[in-house]
């Protein structure tokens, strides 16, 4: 079993239960986790329905997990593809760190700056209502936006939106009400030449 401690930082949404711990592993590990990653992953194109027609995603993706975690979004169900040693390893390290338990990971790959995360929330049924995610980065420092999620006809306000840099090797846990109350976002950075990788660990709930 793996023991250290993380320092976490609360980041202000209010509502929300969102903490980051930007150093979470030091770059020496991370740089040799984003390499081993790159290769040990399939990566794949997976096509979303979006706005009625099927759309290819704007960036690389893999869907892994235990045997069962079937995840459906954008229209799509998921497969799991089974555990590369690696990310069984890290599985452990974050369950330690976030003081939960996954059974499920989306990879995704961002190619460049060209390629990105549009507007949503990681609160699709399966995922409970109340979901732990966290989200590992690995690469290139990236902006990551959240915003107030309103009803209809309301008008913004000062403090709905806010956006911070996952830097390498940084740790991201949201909980509580998070995905409930906001959205979130990784918008294209068109100066951004080198690749990312992000991993978001999640549990799917049994059927």
Known sequence: MFEFTVSWIRLDLPGADVTLAADWLPAPEADALFKQLRADIPWETHRLRMFGREVASPRLSCWIGDAGASYTYSGRRFEPRAWPASLLALRQRIEQACGARFNSVLANLY?????????????????????????????????????????????SQPGDACEWRLPHGSLLRMAGDTQRLYRHDLPAMRRVDAPRINLTFRLIAPR
């Open 111 to 155: 190619r460049d700056g060209h390629d990105s995360m549009g507007w949503h929330s990681d609160d699709e049924p399966e995922l409970g209502p109340q979901p732990l995610i966290a989200s590992l980065s690995l690469g290139a420092e990236r902006r990551f936006r959240f915003r107030r999620r309103r009803a209809r006809g309301e008008a």
